[in-house]
């Protein structure tokens, strides 16, 4: 170990090559004890681990650093980690605060008004209803589903038709409606 310290002092190549593999699965599980669950979703362990070494591969090469023991070294590398993973935390978590979860279930509820309906409102409805009054009684179940938001291949097997039907029929119905809105 002390050749491979005095190498690295020197700024060799091969010995910075060597320090990285010997001590990349160490510092990949330090920052894994420190990773929350919203932050392992943002990035890797080796993502911090690789972006050190980048940096610290400078002054390696240009010999700026001295170590007398494995140990020294050790602590160096973890604590040159921990100050990445910590300004690469706070970053992120920047962003975390600006993003917000979305509720999928949230989409699917109309909200109630307190009083005056939008304008978007009160025509999507026209809408809808121009497209039950041009919709075949036999195809008005599939407009519903559609409505709902189930994917065609989930409306093809609850009607029985073949999903390139629902499709057909959902086209033929969009190009009535257009036609009827010149």
């Known amino acids: 170990m002390e050749v491979l310290l005095d190498q690295l002092s020197h700024g060799e190549l091969e010995a910075v090559q ?7 699965r160490y510092l990949r599980m330090v920052v894994r004890r420190q990773l929350s669950g919203a932050m392992r979703a943002r990035f890797d362990s080796l993502d911090i681990v690789q972006s050190v070494w980048a940096d610290l591969l400078r002054g390696f090469r240009a010999g700026a650093w001295t170590f007398d023991s494995a140990d020294q070294l050790r602590r160096f590398l973890v604590r040159a980690t921990l100050n990445r993973l910590i300004d690469r935390t706070r970053r992120e978590e920047r962003s975390l605060r600006r993003e917000q979860m979305v509720d999928p279930v949230g989409f699917r509820v109309v909200p109630e008004s307190g009083g005056a309906v939008a ?34 291949a989930d409306i093809a097997a609850r009607t029985g038709l073949h999903e390139s039907s629902v499709r057909r029929v959902l086209y033929e119905l969009a190009a009535r409606v257009a036609r009827r809105q010149k």
């Open 18 to 24: 060597r320090a990285f593999v010997t001590y990349e």
């Open 119 to 152: 304008s978007a409102d009160i025509e999507a409805e026209e809408l809808w209803q121009q497209m039950v009054e041009l919709c075949p009684p036999q195809h008005r179940e599939l407009l519903a589903l559609r409505r709902e938001g189930l994917p065609l």
